[in-house]
């Protein structure tokens, strides 16, 4: 049964860090790309950042480059995101996503909640 089990989210200050965690479980987690993706109320999901499956290619979607940081441990089947410097509007839902290589596979997980507010 594949899982995929979002962790960390919270309440914080504006300029504040929180740290994400994603555990996966029930399928190849080192054959997977893995991704974080946000969904604010009324607005579509959009990309935050993505792994490949062997930590070698990194992105980030724009709104959060040199802000937040992804990595993954292949032996723990864990990835992780890295949040500082947050700002109000980084208030979302944040969602774990796996992908296999042809993207014909794809797994999420039930999201964690962010909220960055004074």
């Known amino acids: 049964q594949v899982q995929l089990v979002e962790s960390g989210g919270g309440l914080v200050q504006p300029g504040g860090s929180l740290r994400l965690s994603c555990a996966a479980s029930?399928?190849?987690?080192?054959?997977?790309?893995m991704y974080w993706y946000y969904q604010a109320p009324g607005k579509q999901r959009e990309l935050v950042a993505f792994?490949?499956?062997?930590?070698?290619?990194?992105g980030y979607g724009a709104s959060v480059k040199g802000r937040f940081t992804i990595s993954r441990d292949n032996g723990k089947n864990m990835v992780y995101l890295q949040m500082n410097s947050l700002k109000p509007e980084d208030t979302a839902v944040y969602y774990c996503?796996?992908?296999?290589?042809?993207?014909?596979?794809?797994?999420w997980g039930q999201g964690t909640q962010v909220t960055v507010s004074s």
């Open positions: 029930g399928f190849p987690f080192s054959d997977y790309a």
């Open positions: 996503k796996a992908a296999d290589s042809g993207d014909a596979l794809q797994y």
């Open positions: 792994i490949s499956s062997t930590g070698g290619a990194i």
